[in-house]
């Protein structure tokens, strides 16, 4: 059978009532079992065991979220067999689909036909490797309480009540994501836009009342890649010295990092975009002594004076 891998903007629909797996590392075994099942007519928990190299709880965590999206369903005993909707998937290219949804397609060449044909071997002879964040504790209890009825508050663009770290809030929900491992509620509180865990949401009560989005804010979002949502963000100069300035030239190292000058002696002056301090500070201090904070000055203080209060804990 001929794989299709383009992509079908319809696969969003399949998975929007969906929690997705526990984390992004999760896909390509997804898949494998997938590609698994259409070269063959069936699998056994025993075999996919020994095919993956992991646990058998691993294994039942992998088929369970594949018979919960309609792709697998049990025949009998531990042997598993695709549904009549996993062809219709095949068919229609939604793995690439897929890749794309949990952002793996950007590090991995899943637009070439043999990458999915190929994975189950790939994976047999483990030379390749990829880590993925490690996920809340909690993330698979949150996602049932909280993912499907804010995603319907969401699109119905309902507000909502919740409890959250022992306070009553009155939110607009916008938009559910994932970073590094942790689930998110971008929602505007009073007008003003923040971000809330999943797992800090204590109640959650979906109300009658409708809510007009804001366009700003939307685009807002669809730029975002931090925990960290404002509508406001303040531009931060850094002055990063020779010895790692290699690492900032290669790859942004700071959020919205933009090169202002190299210096004669190869340090660099950057610009960092920025919601808050907490958002700034934990990565400055991963590159001390190295870099420096040169505008706002506040901002340096305010780091110093952190970083003198650790040192006499």
């Known amino acids: 059978m001929s794989v299709a891998v383009g992509m079908l903007p319809g696969f969003r629909v399949m998975l929007r009532d969906r929690p997705m797996a526990k984390s992004s590392r999760d896909a390509a075994p997804l898949a494998g079992i ?5 070269e063959q007519t069936s699998v056994t928990r025993s075999q996919l065991q020994v095919q993956f190299s992991v646990t058998e709880r691993t294994i039942y965590r992998y088929l369970a979220t594949l018979r919960d999206m309609g792709l697998i369903q049990l025949l009998e005993g531990e042997t598993y067999v695709r549904t009549s909707a996993a062809d ?18 950007k590090f991995l060449p899943v ?14 002879e483990k030379i390749i490797s990829i880590t993925g964040p490690v996920s809340e504790g909690s993330v698979q209890h949150d996602l049932q309480r909280h993912f499907s009825h804010l995603e319907k508050a969401i699109r119905e663009q309902r507000c909502c009540r919740i409890t959250y770290k022992n306070q009553h809030r009155h939110v607009e929900p916008y938009r559910l994501f994932h970073i590094q491992g942790v689930w998110y509620l971008a929602a505007t509180e009073q007008q003003r836009l923040k971000t809330f865990r999943l797992s800090g949401i204590e109640w959650l009560d979906v109300l009658p009342e409708a809510f007009t989005p804001d366009p700003t804010i939307n685009t807002i979002l669809l730029q975002q890649k931090t925990p960290w949502c404002s509508q406001e963000q303040t531009t931060v100069t850094v002055s990063v010295a020779p010895e790692v300035a290699g690492y900032f030239r290669q790859q942004a190292q700071l959020p919205e990092q933009e090169l202002i ?9 950057l610009t960092t975009n920025v919601a808050h301090q907490k958002q700034l500070f934990p990565l400055i201090r991963f590159w001390l002594p190295h870099l420096r904070i040169v505008e706002p000055t506040e901002w340096q203080q305010a780091l110093e004076e ?8």
Do not use: Y
Request: charged content about 25%; cysteine-free.
């Open 306 to 313: 952190e970083l003198k209060t650790v040192l006499n804990e």
């Open 111 to 124: 637009g070439h036909g043999d990458f999915w044909r190929k994975l189950p071997a790939r994976m047999d």
């Open 261 to 269: 000058e190299s210096q004669t002696d190869g340090s660099l002056l």
């Open 34 to 38: 997938m590609m698994m099942l259409f």
């Open 88 to 105: 219709l998937v095949i068919q229609s290219g939604l793995l690439r689909s897929f890749a794309d949804f949990v952002d793996v397609s």
